[in-house]
């Protein structure tokens, strides 16, 4: 998804359907149908990456004590962020300020708009309504920030984590998505790619995830006691899940249904599988054995890996890519987190984190032309690389900041970490009463 702010979409927003005489040559803006459902579609494809998709994948990842309170987080973290969206969320990111850093408030509670107000799509002369467009970008904010809960998994207060987020969202997520997806907005301007989302979503969530586990310390008996996931079931369903759900994701990111959707979504096939194979390939290799667990695992790399690249890499350069980042993730949550004895528990950052920022390089260089991309002639890889390690970059450490400074004002007045009774008891049961499964 590159820009809201095209000239078509400008046409739009400003309300210039109804053109002046002097205009009689311009062409009546067009608002296909089988664009605008295709966008609707693939905002519910997003919507079931989050629920139930990303909340019986991280559910399945922890102990069956926990199971519940994954699922609650889940759940409130989407509502939360979508009410936030529509009061100033949707403004700050894209509401018509010059500013390269965030949109202003000229869209709160998004004013102004109707069910007859469109937005341009990637083709001059398209729209799709704007409400269905605010709904696409909702369930990308709400899905970024439900990806943190995974490495605070089994013991944080639940409470906190809610005011984290509004906090992370507000002060990191929108405008990132600003700066990125906005014409007027920080890394949009310095030429990076961003199909659909690899620094706003995966790279913001995975260093806001790695900050967070890091301040909250390590889980009662990490390193000692066996913290297996006890359900690799659910965690199947819900992998199997994002994977169905990120072709709205990816090739909704395309706003129109078309061949441009159509590479995105051959791009989120091929990338996938060829992470599936690489992490197994690596396991057996070091390990002996092809787990389930390297599986899921490898699915949701190559997913991540291909959010930026989907609309302009070629199909085996998406191979290339999900099983080279699938590798690298591999070597990241086996061995560099052991070494380095931190406690993410569901390897956000070294999936979500590592693996964005591999794909967000990774797209400078196979998006040539040369290499099957869809770069035009003068397309350079070492210029297009640097910029979008720049934008990496300026992500990691905007995101960084944020989420520090919010942990620790949440910790300094609220608390963040359950206690260790609770934590030993189980979250399910101290913050919700009630529990997951009844023996």
Same mark, same amino acid.
């Given at each position: 998804?590159?820009?809201?702010?095209?000239?078509?979409?400008?046409?739009?927003?400003?309300?210039?359907?109804?053109?002046?005489?002097?205009?009689?040559?311009?062409?009546?803006?067009?608002?296909?149908?089988?664009?605008?459902?295709?966008?609707?579609?693939?905002?519910?494809?997003?919507?079931?990456?989050?629920?139930?998709?990303?909340?019986?994948?991280?559910?399945?990842?922890?102990?069956?004590?926990?199971?519940?309170?994954?699922?609650?987080?889940?759940?409130?973290?989407?509502?939360?962020?979508?009410?936030?969206?529509?009061?100033?969320?949707?403004?700050?990111?894209?509401?018509?300020?010059?500013?390269?850093?965030?949109?202003?408030?000229?869209?709160?509670?998004?004013?102004?708009?109707?069910?007859?107000?469109?937005?341009?799509?990637?083709?001059?002369?398209?729209?799709?309504?704007?409400?269905?467009?605010?709904?696409?970008?909702?369930?990308?904010?709400?899905?970024?920030?439900?990806?943190?809960?995974?490495?605070?998994?089994?013991?944080?207060?639940?409470?906190?984590?809610?005011?984290?987020?509004?906090?992370?969202?507000?002060?990191?997520?929108?405008?990132?998505?600003?700066?990125?997806?906005?014409?007027?907005?920080?890394?949009?301007?310095?030429?990076?790619?961003?199909?659909?989302?690899?620094?706003?979503?995966?790279?913001?969530?995975?260093?806001?995830?790695?900050?967070?586990?890091?301040?909250?310390?390590?889980?009662?008996?990490?390193?000692?006691?066996?913290?297996?996931?006890?359900?690799?079931?659910?965690?199947?369903?819900?992998?199997?899940?994002?994977?169905?759900?990120?072709?709205?994701?990816?090739?909704?990111?395309?706003?129109?249904?078309?061949?441009?959707?159509?590479?995105?979504?051959?791009?989120?096939?091929?990338?996938?599988?060829?992470?599936?194979?690489?992490?197994?390939?690596?396991?057996?290799?070091?390990?002996?054995?092809?787990?389930?667990?390297?599986?899921?695992?490898?699915?949701?790399?190559?997913? $991540?890996?291909?959010?930026?690249? %989907?609309?302009?890499? #070629?199909?085996?350069? !998406?191979?290339? =890519? *999900? @099983?080279?980042?699938? &590798?690298?993730?591999?070597?990241?949550?086996?061995?560099?987190?052991?070494?380095?004895?931190?406690?993410?528990?569901?390897?956000?950052?070294?999936?979500?984190? $590592?693996?964005?920022?591999?794909? %967000?390089?990774?797209? #400078?260089?196979?998006? !040539?032309?040369? =290499? *099957? @991309?869809?770069?035009? &002639?003068?397309?350079?890889?070492?210029?297009?690389?640097?910029?979008?390690?720049?934008?990496?970059?300026?992500?990691?450490?905007?995101?960084?900041?944020?989420?520090?400074?919010?942990?620790?004002?949440?910790?300094?007045?609220?608390?963040?970490?359950?206690?260790?009774?609770?934590?030993?008891?189980?979250?399910?049961?101290?913050?919700?009463?009630?529990?997951?499964?009844?023996?």
């Amino acid at each position: 998804m590159f820009s809201l702010n095209r000239v078509t979409g400008l046409v739009a927003g400003l309300g210039l359907l109804a053109a002046p005489a002097l205009a009689q040559e311009a062409a009546t803006p067009v608002m296909d149908k089988g664009d605008t459902a295709w966008m609707m579609i693939s905002t519910i494809l997003v919507l079931a990456m989050i629920l139930p998709g990303v909340a019986l994948f991280y559910g399945g990842l922890v102990r069956s004590k926990n199971m519940l309170s994954v699922l609650m987080q889940s759940t409130m973290i989407t509502a939360l962020v979508m009410v936030l969206w529509v009061v100033f969320g949707y403004s700050a990111a894209f509401g018509g300020s010059d500013s390269p850093y965030w949109g202003g408030f000229g869209k709160l509670f998004l004013k102004g708009i109707t069910a007859d107000t469109m937005i341009g799509t990637f083709s001059e002369g398209f729209v799709i309504p704007e409400f269905v467009f605010i709904s696409f970008q909702m369930t990308f904010a709400a899905i970024t920030a439900v990806l943190i809960v995974g490495a605070l998994a089994e013991r944080i207060k639940f409470g906190s984590l809610l005011v984290f987020v509004a906090l992370w969202v507000t002060f990191a997520y929108f405008p990132v998505a600003h700066m990125v997806w906005d014409s007027a907005g920080l890394i949009f301007n310095l030429g990076a790619l961003d199909f659909a989302g690899g620094t706003v979503v995966h790279i913001n969530a995975g260093v806001a995830a790695l900050v967070g586990c890091l301040l909250l310390g390590k889980r009662i008996g990490f390193g000692r006691d066996m913290l297996a996931p006890h359900s690799m079931t659910l965690t199947m369903v819900g992998a199997s899940l994002l994977w169905v759900g990120w072709f709205g994701f990816n090739a909704g990111s395309n706003l129109e249904a078309n061949g441009g959707a159509g590479l995105a979504m051959i791009n989120t096939f091929t990338a996938t599988a060829g992470a599936i194979l690489a992490w197994s390939l690596v396991e057996t290799l070091h390990r002996g054995k092809a787990s389930m667990l390297g599986a899921a695992s490898g699915m949701v790399a190559g997913l $991540v890996a291909v959010t930026p690249a %989907a609309g302009s890499v #070629g199909p085996v350069g !998406a191979i290339v =890519l *999900g @099983g080279f980042a699938a &590798a690298v993730c591999y070597f990241f949550v086996s061995t560099v987190k052991n070494k380095l004895n931190y406690d993410d528990s569901l390897d956000v950052f070294g999936i979500h984190g $590592v693996g964005g920022i591999i794909g %967000a390089v990774g797209t #400078g260089i196979l998006t !040539a032309p040369s =290499l *099957g @991309g869809t770069g035009g &002639a003068d397309f350079s890889i070492a210029g297009q690389t640097l910029i979008q390690v720049e934008a990496v970059v300026i992500t990691i450490i905007w995101s960084a900041i944020v989420a520090f400074v919010a942990f620790k004002l949440v910790d300094m007045t609220m608390g963040l970490r359950v206690s260790e009774d609770d934590e030993r008891q189980g979250l399910d049961l101290t913050s919700h009463g009630e529990s997951a499964y009844h023996f």
